[in-house]
């Protein structure tokens, strides 16, 4: 007797199903989508609401497994399972796909039992994966990603300030995500059909920095020969996002006063004054009141810019957003790079040396990582040492002032609870067993340490 419909689970069949698995299939509970390769397959593929999927690769045919690479790598949130021949695995191409792009593979002769096992466990490993998904799309805002106390006050401050049409100063290490930010502001704001124009003010030619900015007329110096619309001007009824802005020189911050004060440019050759609507969001990672005090930077424009300040936290700050974010960038690798890498996770080595590396490089740091990590690995489950994160203390960041008592003993209490945690897979009991404490204590430092528990924990 087949089972009820509210118990039935549905999966994708890529390949021509024989008449006694299907039968074998629907007994067990099992909804089969049929998709013999034929025809509009990828949007078939792409209305279903299977999660699972087998995909017959017992024999080999070039053409076949093309399409099939292509297929699986545009839906990497399904769990595929193969059935194979040991001829089949025997050839390259086919042992690359079943590792980079398969949860499991049976071998023929097909046995019923086996393949209700490899589906079932997949279809559970599917659903904990969608969960995530769900978690993660819950922690996804404007393209930052973070469920983090910081994370949420910069949401809540990014929301608070966009639609108040006067500058910002976005604060924060190098890595941290300042772009982005800045980007979030202008797609809140109620310039966000108007252009976002970004300048690195560091990677300005000396020579030029004023042209670049304001502009030039025809013949205002040598080289001159045409007209130039400057990037301030290319920005009018939109945005400019002047990044590193410690690094722009005296003279050009002159100026940039006077259009803040003036809201009007003169290009580089002209004395007439142009009207622009402008909205001026910067951001540094140097400190620049210390930068006023140096004579570096002026301290008139400083407050000019200074009217709403938003720190960007650094990534060591952001507890478990850690993790979210280094899967994150290991699925989009993965999207991208399907035939070229066969991992699926981490290990937990490599989450534990996540968790407590200091990110002194931040969110930029731990994408490249990750990426490396993705190709270098030898096993499914990546390593502390494919991070290059082995045995590595978490040193404070260069430039840093040295720790008081007090962060010391919160930086080493962060590290124990999340070491034990990962030792006991998560299960609290064990975990308040093994450091002699109590389970509310474990629950306490998680929520003050920004330590997300998976929804396995006891």
Known sequence: MTEPARFRRKVVWLGQIETEQDAALDQAGWDVLDLPLQGDVEALLARSAATVGVIDLRERDDRRLTRLEALLAAHPEKRWVALVCSQALADRRVATLVRAACFDYVTAPVHADRLFDALGHAWGMARLNAADRTVENDCVFEGMYGCSPPMRKLAARITKFAPVDVPVLITGETGTGKEVAAR????RSVRRDGPFVAINCGALPANLVQSELFGHERGAFTGAG?????RIEAADGGVVFL???????LDAQTNLLRFLQE???????????????????????????KAVADGRFREDLYYRLNVLRLPVPPLRD???????????????FRREHAAGTHVRDFGPE????????????????LMNRVRRAAVVAESPLIGAADLDLAARPAAAPVGAHAPTLDLARAHAEREAIIACLRA?????SECARRLQVSRVTVYRLCKKYSVRLNTTTH
Not at 323 to 332: E, I
Request: proline fraction near 3%.
């Open 184 to 187: 979030a502001l202008h797609r």
């Open 263 to 289: 809201g009007t440019i003169e290009r580089v050759g002209s004395c007439v004054s142009i009207r622009l609507d402008v909205r001026v969001i910067a951001a540094t990672h140097v400190d620049l009141e």
């Open 424 to 428: 006991s897979r998560f299960n609290v």
């Open 350 to 365: 490599a989450e534990t040396a996540l968790c407590t590396f200091a990110w002194p490089g931040n969110v930029r740091e």
């Open 318 to 332: 952001r507890g478990a957003d850690i993790l979210r974010l280094a899967r994150h960038f290991l699925d989009a």
């Open 243 to 249: 990044d590193e802005i410690g690094d722009l020189p």
């Open 226 to 230: 045409s007209r130039k619309i400057g």
